[in-house]
């Protein structure tokens, strides 16, 4: 099956900064998707990550907080800007290929502390 | 949009008992509804899967049933082993490349 990798898989930032976290797949895919997931806490949609084009932001989410690039079909980054507290958390993407009803497969995320 | 219901939170079973997560939604578009495990630290995995043509679909000791008219769910998994400890996550989709809706998960602990 695919590989999904995503890097780094953990680092401590300090408030203020920003953190771009990449996600590389060995084939192409159709879709991208970035989600955040509090500790114990279900996954939430940040964007959908649109090649070539602006990403589609949920609800809550802004473009100048979570920058996304999806420059081809196998790539994507996420950017975390002017981090605080508050964004520590696991980031991770997932990816669909093509197919009617297919499943997101998730890469191993990121672990991010802000300090 | 679509909300997603999961249900219950947290389920203890022993060693070999069955366990059943119930999930319910909301729009009556939504037409594929896949499972995730996910182990402490690690990414969450498809398991299962049902597309809304079909009521029932099984895999080994994990099987799943919808419901459309009553819009709910559910993934039963019999002889349940330690292994089987995980948070176990639904989601609803409308398809073709639509978003995944969340359930808020559910923590399985199996008892040896």
């Known amino acids: 099956s695919a590989v999904i990798s995503q890097k780094p898989s953990r680092d401590i930032c300090q408030r203020g900064t920003s953190l771009t976290i990449q996600c590389q797949v060995d084939?192409?895919?159709?879709?991208m998707f970035w989600y955040r997931q509090q500790p114990g806490q279900s996954l939430t949609l940040i964007a959908t990550?649109?090649?070539?084009?602006?990403?589609?932001?949920e609800s809550g989410f802004v473009i100048d907080k979570f920058p996304i690039s999806r420059p081809n079909l196998t790539f994507s980054t996420l950017t975390v800007s002017n981090m605080s507290p508050e964004d520590s958390s696991i980031y991770l993407c997932s990816v669909l290929w093509a197919g009617v009803n297919q499943p997101q497969h998730f890469g191993d995320g990121t672990r991010l502390s802000i300090l | 949009g679509e909300n997603v219901e999961q249900h219950p939170s947290t389920l203890s079973v022993q060693e070999g008992d069955s366990a059943v997560i119930k999930c319910t939604y909301s729009d009556s578009a939504s037409n594929y509804f896949p499972w995730y495990k996910q182990e402490l630290g690690k990414r969450p995995q498809l398991i299962i899967d049902i597309r809304s043509n079909v009521g029932e679909k099984k895999d080994q000791r994990i099987a799943v049933t919808l419901n459309k008219t009553a819009k709910h769910f559910s993934l039963h998994i019999t002889e349940t082993q330690p292994e089987d400890s995980a948070v176990y996550f639904c989601a609803a989709s409308m398809g073709n490349f639509n978003k995944f809706y969340f359930g808020s998960g559910t923590k399985l602990n199996v008892k040896p």
């Open positions: 084939s192409q895919v159709t879709m």
């Open positions: 990550a649109n090649q070539g084009s602006e990403a589609t932001y």
